[in-house]
């Protein structure tokens, strides 16, 4: 008999919470909702480039080119700004349906979509980026990320002038939004200005002399907080006497500019390193010519060719930083003979491009 109760009371005890799952609680509902998961947005640092427009090509970079001159953060009308974002979601990356550009001007509070990214799918993993979720570093996912290309337009200064911050954002279908932790500050249509400080008159030369001008300074009055770098240039053009005198130096009715020369100094950096200079470091002036951006013509132009390079050919010693001044003197050889009125139709120019 011990045997065969023990042997009913296992059996009962297996059949009671069947008998009380049917009878008495009936059928156990289960609820599993996935997380709504805001979209997670990553500008990767080194993939920044600025894009040159195709109106005003610059010494290094051309038309849609990369400007690899550009080391500040400031751009002008038609020019490009490009990042590639990734985008994270877990709830998939088919789920994301839109990834754009923003923009807030300083001391406004409107931010504005400017720009739509495009699918890079070209791109897979973290490109270098070490990122985390909390604590955890996270891994590439193909089912979970994809990478977009950012391209920005600076429109006319009508639009867009001033400092602005820059920052990618992602849309998921549930209506969840990402923003880039990353953001960027760009000045966008910055003013530019060359100063000048000084006068220059040879006054009365004797033919046959040498004279020597008092000295200009020429200063990058740039925006303020724009972050302008100038690369600086000399050119000029032959000098006349427009009072009909009959003049004649030495040959012609015209003073050459062959008999001008000009002395410049940046800090620690002068003209003594050019090509050509004579025994007081003074340079030849080439003759201005249009097309100002063409490698062909600003290479000819700078003015002081020492230092070491910034990128290409951009030397140290020739770009003119926001605030800084730039001096230069003239030297004038009078043709012998020389004679006339006075020779006041023909000018230097001195100019600055941005880099």
Request: charged share 20%.
């Amino acid at each position: 008999m011990k045997k065969l109760f023990g042997v009913l009371i296992a059996l009962m005890m297996v059949a009671l919470p069947l008998v009380s799952a049917v009878g008495i609680g009936g059928d156990v509902g289960i609820i599993i909702t996935p997380e709504q998961f805001a979209p997670r947005v990553f500008l990767s640092p080194h993939t920044r480039v600025v894009l040159d427009d195709c109106t005003e090509p610059g010494a290094v970079s051309g038309c849609g080119q990369t400007m690899v001159e550009r080391v500040e953060n400031y751009a002008f009308e038609g020019e490009q700004i490009a990042w590639n974002v990734l985008v994270w979601d877990k709830n998939g990356k088919e789920k994301i349906s839109d990834v754009y550009v923003k923009v807030l001007q300083a001391g406004q509070t409107m931010e504005f979509v400017e720009a739509n990214c495009v699918r890079n799918d070209a791109l897979t993993g973290l490109d270098g980026m070490a990122l985390y979720e909390g604590e955890e570093l996270i891994s590439w996912k193909d089912t979970t990320m994809r990478w977009y290309t950012c391209t920005f337009t600076v429109e006319t200064p009508a639009s867009m002038h001033g400092e602005y911050k820059i920052v990618a954002e992602a849309e998921d279908v549930n209506g969840q939004f990402g923003e880039s932790a990353e953001s960027e500050f760009w000045f966008l249509n910055p003013v530019i200005a060359l100063g000048i400080d000084g006068s220059l008159n040879f006054g009365t030369v004797r033919p046959g002399a040498t004279v020597k001008s008092s000295t200009l300074h020429i200063k990058n009055n740039a925006e303020a907080n724009s972050g302008v770098l100038l690369d600086m240039f000399i050119a000029g053009t032959d000098f006349y006497d427009p009072s009909h005198s009959g003049a004649m130096c030495p040959t012609s009715n015209v003073l050459k500019l062959s008999n001008f020369r000009y002395y410049a100094t940046l800090g620690a950096y002068s003209t003594c390193l050019n090509a050509g200079v004579d025994a007081d470091c003074y340079d030849t002036i080439p003759y201005f010519m249009d097309g100002v951006g063409a490698t062909t013509v600003n290479n000819n132009m700078q003015r002081i060719i020492d230092g070491p390079s910034i990128s290409g050919p951009y030397k140290a010693g020739n770009v003119l930083s926001p605030g800084a001044d730039m001096s230069i003197n003239f030297k004038l050889s009078m043709p012998e003979p020389c004679n006339g009125g006075s020779f006041s139709q023909g000018s230097f120019k001195i100019f600055g491009e941005a880099i």
